[in-house]
């Protein structure tokens, strides 16, 4: 991917979400939301502090975050939809 973010943004691709319920009925792809769940692909260097100090970001390359339905901006790189969002707009990591 040629596309690096700068300071507390970090790239996610959104994972696809199950298309059928517990009960086994099939979700249509117009009925079914948005994933709430992504892969981080690239991260900025870190927050940038009122004192002039970087703080490393906590999320990494190819972690699993869980993130609000309409947090970042959805742009088009390299004919992929993936979401660009700041640090602070990750709820959580999902751990393996």
């Known amino acids: 991917m040629n596309l690096r973010p700068l300071y507390d943004r ?3 691709k959104r994972l696809d979400q199950e298309t059928k319920t517990a009960s086994g009925i099939v979700l249509p792809d117009a009925a ?3 994933p709430d769940q992504g892969e981080v692909l690239a991260v ?3 927050k940038m502090l009122e ?3 970087v703080r490393p ?3 990494k390359v190819g ?3 869980l993130f609000g339905k ?3 901006q959805a742009v ?4 992929n939809e993936v979401l660009v969002m700041r640090e602070e707009d990750v709820f959580a990591i999902v751990q393996k």
């Open 63 to 65: 972690d699993r975050v």
């Open 44 to 46: 900025g260097n870190g």
């Open 57 to 59: 970001l906590e999320v």
């Open 70 to 72: 309409y947090s970042g």
């Open 51 to 53: 004192d002039g100090q």
């Open 76 to 79: 088009k790189v390299d004919g």
């Open 10 to 12: 970090i790239i996610v």
């Open 32 to 34: 079914a939301e948005k």
